[in-house]
C-alpha cells in the first residue's frame, strides 16, 4: 500500500457516508452565502494593537452581530470620513 492511500479510502468512505446520512447536503450549501475570506471584495489585514484593548473590544462584540472585522472597517470609514 501507498505511503498515502490510505488516507484516501478513508476518504471515499466517509464521502459516501456522508452522501447515505445527509441527502441534499450538497444543494442546501449551494445556497449559502460566501464568507469573508472566500469574498474577492475582502482583503485580509493584520495590525499591531494594544492586548488589553484588543480584549476589552472583543468582550464588548460578545453577543451581537458586529464582528471584530465589522467594527475595523467602520471605524475606518469614519476615520477617512474626517478626513476629507
Given at each position: 500500500?501507498?505511503?498515502?492511500?490510505g488516507?484516501?479510502?478513508?476518504?471515499e468512505?466517509?464521502g459516501?457516508r456522508?452522501?447515505?446520512?445527509?441527502?441534499?447536503a450538497?444543494?442546501?450549501?449551494?445556497f449559502?452565502?460566501?464568507?469573508?475570506r472566500q469574498?474577492?471584495?475582502?482583503?485580509?489585514?493584520?495590525a499591531?494593537?494594544r492586548?488589553?484593548?484588543?480584549?476589552?473590544?472583543?468582550?464588548?462584540l460578545v453577543?451581537r452581530?458586529?464582528?471584530f472585522s465589522?467594527?475595523?472597517?467602520?471605524w475606518m470609514?469614519?476615520?477617512?470620513?474626517?478626513?476629507?
Amino acid at each position: 500500500m501507498a505511503k498515502f492511500e490510505g488516507l484516501e479510502l478513508l476518504r471515499e468512505e466517509s464521502g459516501s457516508r456522508e452522501a447515505k446520512h445527509h441527502p441534499g447536503a450538497a444543494s442546501k450549501s449551494s445556497f449559502r452565502s460566501i464568507g469573508k475570506r472566500q469574498n474577492p471584495a475582502y482583503q485580509q489585514i493584520s495590525a499591531y494593537v494594544r492586548r488589553d484593548l484588543y480584549e476589552t473590544v472583543r468582550r464588548q462584540l460578545v453577543g451581537r452581530d458586529d464582528d471584530f472585522s465589522d467594527l475595523l472597517q467602520e471605524w475606518m470609514q469614519q476615520w477617512l470620513a474626517s478626513k476629507r
